[in-house]
């Protein structure tokens, strides 16, 4: 049996809309000046307290600008123009791996699980993910507890394990779990910065994801670099 795990951010929703508006609320609201929409969704990926720690230093309001974030997405997620779409293919990647016996799926995000949990519900997703691992199970990324917390809890390897994510911190978080790192393009980090981190892989789009997938699939020895 194998397991692939996804980040969500970046991923398989493009979420950066309403992430930079969330963002900037939570700044206001306390009379700060917000961060360019780079460094905005540079942190995507981290759990919110450290995000914003990084965002305004250890010394600045961390916590509260997370609470704000909170308060100001849950606002903001109700307004349509700043839906959270699935990028193009990811719907049917996961119909394509759910259609196979030798699959389990998973999540490894820093969202929180009611933020999961509502985007399962909007998607129809809420039988689809075998194990769910967010910022209120485990150490924000790139610490690998969510990693090895799905591994454990689905009894596979991690030689068997892979993640797929947009960020430095998924690439940081599978390497130290032993998992098998693959990056995507299409999300809020460059390329270059997913290679810089350990990704053994990476992949323009859904279309060679699936041809990643199918061969690591079919060949038991695929392990990471």
Same mark, same amino acid.
């Given at each position: 049996?194998?397991?692939?795990?996804f980040?969500?951010?970046?991923t398989l929703?493009? *979420?950066q809309?309403?992430?930079v508006?969330a963002?900037?609320?939570?700044?206001?609201? @306390? %009379?700060?000046?917000p961060? *360019? !929409?780079?460094?905005?969704?540079s942190?995507? %990926?981290?759990?919110l307290?450290e995000?914003?720690?990084?965002l305004?230093?250890?010394? %600045?309001?961390?916590e509260?600008?997370? +609470?704000? @974030?909170?308060? $100001?997405?849950?606002?903001? !997620?109700?307004?349509?123009?700043?839906?959270e779409?699935?990028?193009?293919?990811a719907?049917?990647c996961?119909?394509?791996?759910r259609?196979r016996?030798?699959?389990?799926?998973g999540?490894?995000?820093?969202?929180?699980r009611?933020?999961?949990?509502?985007l399962?519900?909007?998607?129809g997703?809420?039988?689809?993910f075998?194990?769910?691992?967010t910022?209120?199970?485990?150490?924000?990324k790139?610490?690998?507890?969510?990693i !090895?917390?799905a591994?454990? +809890?689905?009894?596979?390897?991690p030689?068997?394990?892979?993640?797929i994510g947009? *960020?430095? @911190?998924?690439?940081?978080?599978?390497?130290?779990?032993? $998992?098998?790192?693959?990056?995507?393009?299409? =999300?809020f980090?460059? +390329?270059?910065?997913?290679?810089e981190a350990?990704? =053994?892989?990476?992949?323009?789009s @859904?279309?060679?994801? !699936?041809?990643?997938l *199918?061969e690591?699939l079919?060949?038991?020895?695929?392990?990471?670099a």
């Amino acid at each position: 049996m194998k397991l692939i795990l996804f980040d969500v951010d970046g991923t398989l929703v493009d *979420s950066q809309n309403i992430i930079v508006a969330a963002q900037h609320a939570a700044f206001s609201a @306390y %009379g700060l000046e917000p961060p *360019s !929409r780079e460094m905005s969704l540079s942190i995507v %990926g981290l759990s919110l307290v450290e995000a914003f720690t990084v965002l305004v230093g250890p010394k %600045g309001p961390a916590e509260g600008l997370a +609470e704000a @974030y909170k308060a $100001a997405f849950s606002t903001l !997620r109700l307004d349509p123009a700043l839906a959270e779409p699935l990028f193009p293919g990811a719907d049917e990647c996961l119909d394509w791996l759910r259609g196979r016996d030798d699959v389990l799926l998973g999540i490894a995000t820093g969202k929180s699980r009611r933020g999961v949990s509502h985007l399962l519900d909007r998607h129809g997703w809420d039988r689809v993910f075998a194990t769910i691992q967010t910022a209120d199970d485990a150490p924000s990324k790139p610490h690998p507890a969510m990693i !090895r917390q799905a591994m454990e +809890e689905l009894d596979v390897a991690p030689h068997d394990t892979v993640m797929i994510g947009d *960020s430095s @911190y998924d690439m940081a978080m599978v390497r130290a779990a032993g $998992a098998v790192p693959v990056g995507v393009t299409w =999300g809020f980090q460059p +390329e270059a910065a997913l290679v810089e981190a350990g990704a =053994g892989s990476i992949v323009h789009s @859904y279309g060679e994801l !699936r041809t990643f997938l *199918s061969e690591f699939l079919g060949n038991p020895s695929h392990t990471a670099a």
